[in-house]
């Protein structure tokens, strides 16, 4: 046996510089919940998938020397060619360039709708969960009555009034549509208004309207956003279906809804023109859906490491 005495052992004494030394860069909330984001793959895919389909969204009609609304008699129904990419419908339209032009309407008509929803759901729900009492009751009975109007009949109605169209389906659907937002953002807001900071915000004398604006909705910023990921593709899919029973897009302009709808008559001879349509939507919400859980998982302060 080897016997351990004092002069094997060299004293270290404490190394100031070492010890205040900052082992980790420093890193905001953004900057961190971007690196968890890039850490998940699936929503990584998803997010490159969408910036490709917004930028064919605009470059994507003028790819082919045709336009959406050209038709050819001697080129219907078609299959896709080095010619034709996607192919020809049943009056000779390039299906490559309409449904380009329809992923532009869609996309347009289900960001603005989840932006408006938004915008006003975050307003009306901050303003009632900072308020409460009274207020907040009398609040969130409209908020039920207006979640208790069946969506189809409002969206006939503003049809009569207004006419088809493209700023029809985006009023139809902000008109209930932010309910669920305010929801959100109310109980988001009651949790926060008892907290410390705001307290300090009322002592100094700052408005509701400020302490609303600058200090209870930037801290919810995170369940907003991610509710609006999810209500984009929900937006998108309401106007591919409206568009599908007639009551959305109308002829000649092209939406994915109506592209699906013009192949479902010819769907047993040329499957290929509601392949592409169906396609699109279903790879558009499927990849709205996993990027907005990659972003309730980067956002969420919890699973911070």
Known sequence: MVEITRDKFERVGPNIEESQAIVRP??????????????????????????FLGIMAIIGPYLLPYKYSDQNLMMTNRPPSAEHWFGTDYLGRDLFVRTWMGARISLTIGIAAALLDGIIGVIYGGISG?????????????????YGIPYLILVILLMLVMGPGVV???VAMVMTGWVGMARLVRGQVLQ???????MAAKTLGASPARIILKHLIPNTIGPIIVSITFDV???????????????GVQPPLASWGTLASD????????????????????????????LGDGLRDALDPRLRK
């Open 130 to 146: 900072y308020f409460g009492g009274q207020v907040d009751n009398i609040m969130m009975r409209i908020v039920d009555i207006l």
């Open 26 to 51: 420093s890193m905001t909330y953004w900057q961190d919940a971007w690196r968890r984001l890039k850490m998940n793959k699936v929503a990584m895919a998803s997010l490159a998938f969408l910036i």
């Open 168 to 170: 029809t389906i985006i």
């Open 233 to 247: 593709p929900a937006a998108i899919f309401t106007e591919a279906f409206l568009s599908y029973i007639g009551l």
């Open 263 to 290: 192949a479902t008559n010819v769907l047993l001879l040329y499957p290929y023109q509601l392949f592409f349509p169906a396609f699109f939507i279903s790879m558009t919400m499927l990849s709205f859906n996993l």
């Open 192 to 198: 926060l208004k008892e907290q410390e900071f705001v």
